[in-house]
Every structure is written in C-alpha cells, then in structure tokens.
C-alpha cells in the first residue's frame, strides 16, 4: 500500500516510511494513497479465519509485509481480544490482552515485529496506531459473526474515546474499507472540541485543556482530526485548518464541508461525574467493572442511542485493564483498590 500526507495527495511514500514517521517531509501525517473497499463476501471471508488471522491479512495489506498467524501469535498471544456481551446488545471489546494490560502494548508488539531489527528504541509512527486499530477492529468483527452476536453483513455502532482521535479514525478507515460499521461515536469528556466542530461548526485551536480523570481524553486540538478532514475533504481543506491551527484562530470551516465531517459520526460530552456514576452502575446491571475510559465511552453510546432511537449491536473499545486506573475505579466504586484488584480477577 502506498501513501500519500494529509497536506498533499500526489507525492507518494512507502508503508515503512508511515511505518517509521510520525509526519512526512511537508509536515503532513500519512494516510493511504486509496483503499478499495472489500466487496461484501471478501468481508464476509473473513470472517471464516481467526482472530489473529484476520489481523495479519489487514496488517500485511497495510504495511506490505508477509507476516503469518504464528508470528503474530509470538507477538500479541492467541486470543489478544476478548469480547464481553453486555445487556441492550452492547459488547465491551477488551484490546488489552496481549502481554500487559493496555492496548499500547499491542501496538508496540507488532510494531516491533514489522520493523524485525528489535531496536527496543524505535517507536511507531502515529500511522501504527491506527493500522493496528484497524485489523482489531476486522478481526473482532470477524467474531462477532462467528458467535452468532450479529448476522454476515449486518452494521455494528462502534463508540470510542476521541481523544487524539486516532480511534474513531481507525474506525474511519475500516468502514471506508468495507467493514459494515454503522455510526462511529466520538465520547469526549470536558474537553469537547470535536464536539465544538460537528455541532456548532467551528473549532478553537487554541484551547485551554481541562484536567479531568481521564488524561488521554484532555485535548483540545486532537491531532488526527487533520486525518478527518485531509480524508473526507481534501487537502485543500486539511491545509486551511492547518493554517488556522498555526496562527492560533478560530477554524470554521464550510457548510458542504461539515456535512461530510458529519457523515456517520456522532459525538457525545460525558462530564467526569457522569463517569464515575457509570462505573458502579454498569456492574450493578451486568456484575462488570470498566476502567474510567470505557465508561466514558459507554455513555456515550447510551447518549447516542436516546438521541437517535438506534438499537443495533453496538461495540464499546476497552483499551485498558480496569486496574490501569485502579484509584479512579476504587473511587467511583467506594472500595478499596485491593477490593477493585479482587473484582477485576473474577471477570
């Protein structure tokens, strides 16, 4: 697969170079130069394969490179991945099971085992991040199918954590590449700037970050949002917001413009109180303990679903072990951390 930057669509890079980089030489994040879209029955092929099989097509696709279901299980284990149903059709897809207890650590895995040199010092291009998002997110719903949870071909919901939105860009690309995800629900917390931009059409770029318990949802201006706009709008328009973005001004870009940031994207603001009263309300009704980050998402999705009247299979990404946030949770649960470690081993 090759690439192309947020900021110009003609010049051409290699996947190691996405692999690698951060940003290309004009300042732009990668993005792939085209995906064609998976017809229905490749999606639906899928599926037929395991979890990490699913993940090495995806991966190899993306980063050109021949990886086979055994190294992939060296890297991540056998079942990364662990899905929990929920009431109200909702399932918690838990990506923190590889070697540690968040999802950071998969990236790091595969990243190490693309790149082949072990030079524990190189680390990923933000483009990592998202690719492997990207395979998680085929491969969970390659068993979603295959445990009956919904039908081949049938849309999911998927709602995220926005922060510096390389989640619901994952979430992007994959339904850009053919997978059927319905709406992808952005869940802010105090700092809602993506909401500032789908709903009242303009962004500060340059904000204030609140502190709130949930640090990696603290951003203001979230980096991949140039992904969003550079993908959906052209780089003409990623490079407009890159100007406002360096002067420090309001972006408020136009109407035909917003309708396409819109498209299948709803954004929820879940304040830090409403947080924490999910938590013990979630294990209340389904005897499960979510780490501060997937309550911030699974309201959100409880928002969603009111605001719209939408009730289809809807997946909820956890990306930390609840014990990774254990005084948050022991707060919110009114229990001691060792009691919150206990609760955790049972699930």
């Known amino acids: 697969m090759q690439y192309v930057t947020t900021r110009n ?5 290699t996947a190691q170079r996405a692999l690698t980089e951060r940003r290309g030489p004009d300042g732009g994040l990668y993005i792939p130069f ?34 086979h279901e055994t190294d992939l299980g060296y890297a991540i284990g056998r079942h990364p991945v662990r899905l929990v149903p929920m009431s109200h059709r909702i ?19 595969i990243f190490r085992l693309i790149r082949g040199d072990g030079n ?17 997110l085929f491969g969970i719903y390659g068993e979603l199918v295959r445990s009956g949870e919904i039908s081949p071909g049938a849309a999911v919901d998927i709602s995220v954590v926005s922060g510096d939105f390389s989640a619901p860009m994952s979430a992007w690309y994959a339904r850009t590449w053919g997978l059927p995800i319905g709406n992808i629900v952005c869940c802010c917390n105090e700092n809602s700037a993506v909401w500032d931009l789908i709903y ?13 318990a949930t640090p990696e949802a603290d951003v203001t201006l979230p980096e991949g949002l140039e992904r969003l706009i550079s993908s959906a709008c052209g780089e003409a328009e990623a490079l407009r917001f890159v100007d406002s973005c360096r002067i420090g001004k309001v972006y408020a870009p136009p109407e ?24 013990p309300s979630v294990y209340a009704t389904n005897s499960y303990l979510l780490s501060p980050y997937a309550a911030l998402s699974h309201a959100g999705l409880l928002d969603y679903r009111v ?17 990774c946030d254990v005084d ?20």
């Open 9 to 13: 669509h003609h010049d051409c890079y």
């Open 34 to 67: 085209r995906l064609d879209p998976f017809s229905p029955e490749e999606t639906e092929g899928l599926s037929a394969l395991t979890f990490n099989q699913r993940m090495v097509r995806i991966l190899n696709l993306l980063f050109d490179t021949r990886l």
């Open 91 to 109: 399932l918690i897809g838990e990506c923190w099971h590889s070697s540690g207890r968040e999802f950071a650590r998969m990236v790091r895995g």
């Open 120 to 136: 524990p010092s190189a680390q990923p291009g933000a483009w990592v991040d998202i690719g492997v998002r990207i395979a998680a």
């Open 200 to 212: 009242h059409g303009q962004l500060r770029t340059d904000g204030i970050s609140l502190r709130t």
């Open 256 to 279: 035909a413009v917003l309708r396409k940031l819109r498209e299948g994207i709803w954004v929820s603001v879940v304040s830090g109180e409403r947080m924490s009263s999910t938590i």
């Open 307 to 323: 605001g719209t009247g939408e009730t289809r299979c809807a997946l909820v990404l956890a990306e930390r072990n609840p014990l």
């Open 328 to 347: 948050t949770v022991a707060g919110a649960m009114k229990m001691t951390a060792g009691e919150i470690a206990g609760l955790s081993q049972k699930q």
